[in-house]
């Protein structure tokens, strides 16, 4: 975690961020204190992969102080999910559609819950814990293994049907590589964490560990990574832009693994937006929550809906 | 007007819209009849343009029948303009920053009034009586002169200042013609009416007398207009597509002068957007309320600003 945050006194509850590989579980007590979340490796995809899911968040909780004593439950899930539905309405990397999240949830623990998609759950973290505290109009970007935008208009997210946001599926280079979309040149494609390692092992025939090693590999002169880093940063830009001319924020907060390059992205960020749109100044900001703001969501979800007259001396969860 | 609409029993009220080089002025009387609205040319951009504007709109009203009537006033503007405040932020065009004609307008008339941004009164048009009738999440982007959306969350404008929507100015080619925002080949300096017409005539060394003329030579071969007109299409599809990904609105309604273009337009435009975002179909629909959607939806705000309790009796006046 980037900052280490408390949510304050409120109900204890469970919170997970399912990740395509990972997933992350936490529990937070009645004095909002989160620990570091356990990370348990995501069933892969197959069409049990829903309850297996939900089969391997609670047995990673039973292990930690406190889940005897949670009243609610909170669950940020990957790919187009529907939060007014509470559905997961499709998931490439894990292989479902349209699945009923919200009933299995409720169904699994026997407690208040609610399901969230992992990007709007970061989202609405950093909104009231982090980078874009006190804003009512904010994109929060997410910059990992995808691309998506949290978008939140006079402080309410806006969803539709999971589909708001979703600018990682806007073509930037139609000569680009496939994208899990069906398309090809998507912006999560080019510039996202995962594509800016894919596309530099394509190009140079080295395979790397990630976006940080191409990174290092741009700062020590290798011509492949600058190329491939600044035609990331430059589709990014080109993203951020649109949605700054479209939405006016009063901020673009960005998030996700590639924001921990820092100076590197947010530099030549900024000045790539600006030269895109000068019509009105866009305000770049770093998330401040890192890795675990989708837990920390999750959390606040949960906390929001929890029984408030409930005791907070029940017994032990069966 | 494309469709002959009314506004329905109601208080009578006057409306204009101030364009770059015209200004259209109506009455709509008790019964929400709207008459063809009379046209005068817009006062020259100076220091008195506002107060100008104002004595040019009473004149031409003068002679409307049901003038001495009406009961409050609609003024719709250019440039970029803040509804919340009532404040003409920005004309490049009529040269003013920072004008509150909410009060000129109501010293002017000495009647209740509204003043709203063109773009975001014509939306409201096609989203009572038009084109986007019945839909909550929507944006009408306006491609004439300039380009810019008006986006409705939950039947609501997004204004933001004023700034929200201005999506044309986004850098498509930034080796294209200079925008009057100060930045070079912005979506309204590259696809706009007046940029097909423009960029024709530079590169062909041929005037034309707008981008009507430009379409009908790339319909009889001409490889210029040919070449000309795909790239506009092809920039105003990719900020469509941006825009559909970010906002997921059930329609995007396409107006202003370029949209008469019909299917020449709207046929490779949808062709052009589904390529680019193919995650969720983007709904595309030409506005039916043609060049006079302006007027009508500045008498919209007329009407919802009107006393409701004043009499429908009232003498001449004054």
Same mark, same amino acid.
């Given at each position: 975690m980037?900052?280490?945050?408390?949510?304050?006194?409120?109900?204890?509850?469970?919170a997970? *961020?399912?990740?395509?590989?990972?997933?992350?579980?936490?529990?937070?007590?009645?004095?909002?204190?989160?620990?570091?979340?356990?990370?348990?490796?995501?069933?892969?995809?197959?069409? *049990?992969?829903p309850?297996?899911?939900?089969?391997?968040?609670s047995?990673?909780?039973? *292990?930690?102080?406190?889940f005897?004593?949670v009243?609610?439950?909170g669950?940020?899930?990957?790919?187009?999910?529907?939060?007014?539905?509470?559905?997961?309405?499709?998931?490439?990397n894990?292989?479902?559609? *349209?699945?009923d999240?919200?009933?299995?949830?409720?169904e +699994?623990?026997?407690?208040?819950?609610v399901?969230a998609h992992?990007?709007?759950?970061?989202?609405?973290?950093?909104?009231r814990?982090?980078?874009?505290?006190?804003l009512?109009?904010?994109? =929060?970007?997410t910059?990992?293994?995808?691309i998506?935008?949290?978008?939140?208009?006079?402080?309410?997210? +806006?969803?539709?049907?999971?589909?708001?946001g979703?600018?990682? +599926?806007?073509?930037?280079?139609?000569?680009g590589?496939? #994208?899990?979309?069906g398309?090809?040149g998507?912006?999560?494609?080019? !510039?996202?964490a995962?594509?800016?390692?894919?596309?530099?092992?394509?190009?140079?025939?080295?395979?790397?560990?990630?976006?940080r090693?191409?990174l290092?590999?741009?700062?020590?002169?290798?011509?492949a990574?600058?190329?491939?880093?600044?035609?990331?940063?430059?589709?990014?830009?080109?993203?951020?832009? +649109?949605?700054?001319?479209?939405?006016?924020?009063?901020?673009?907060?960005v998030?996700?693994?590639?924001?921990? !390059?820092?100076e590197?992205?947010?530099?030549p960020?900024? =000045?790539?937006?600006?030269?895109?749109?000068?019509?009105?100044p866009?305000?770049?900001?770093?998330a401040?929550?890192?890795?675990?703001?989708?837990?920390?969501?999750? !959390?606040?979800g949960a906390?929001? #809906?929890?029984?408030?007259?409930?005791?907070r001396?029940g017994?032990?969860?069966?």
């Open positions: 980037t900052e280490q945050v408390g949510l304050g006194p409120g109900a204890p509850v469970l997970a *961020d399912v990740g395509g590989t990972e997933t992350k579980i936490g529990v937070v007590d009645e004095s909002g204190h989160i620990g570091p979340p356990v990370r348990v490796p995501t069933p892969p995809g197959d069409p *049990d992969t309850t297996a899911i939900l089969k391997t968040i047995e990673a909780a039973r *292990d930690l102080p406190g005897d004593r009243e609610a439950v669950v940020a899930l990957p790919g187009v999910f529907d939060e007014d539905r509470e559905v997961g309405v499709w998931s490439e894990l292989g479902w559609r *349209d699945v999240f919200g009933s299995l949830v409720r +699994h623990f026997r407690l208040p819950a399901c992992d990007v709007r759950a970061a989202a609405l973290a950093e909104l814990l982090g980078a874009a505290r006190g009512r109009d904010v994109a =929060v970007l910059v990992g293994t995808g998506a935008a949290a978008i939140f208009v006079d402080g309410r997210p +806006h969803v539709r049907g999971g589909y708001a979703e600018i990682g +599926h806007v073509v930037v280079d139609p000569a590589e496939p #994208c899990p979309c398309n090809r998507c912006l999560e494609a080019t !510039a996202s995962a594509a800016i390692a894919r596309r530099y092992g394509k190009a140079s025939g080295e395979a790397v560990t990630g976006a090693e191409v290092e590999r741009a700062r020590s002169g290798d011509r990574a600058k190329m491939i880093w600044s035609s990331a940063v430059d589709a990014l830009a080109s993203g951020i832009a +649109h949605l700054s001319a479209a939405m006016a924020p009063q901020a673009i907060v998030g996700g693994g590639l924001s921990e !390059a820092g590197d992205l947010f530099g960020l900024q =000045v790539g937006v600006d030269a895109r749109f000068r019509l009105r866009t305000r770049l900001s770093r401040r929550l890192g890795e675990d703001a989708g837990v920390i969501g999750a !959390a606040i906390r929001e #809906c929890a029984i408030p007259s409930r005791g001396e017994g032990p969860r069966p």
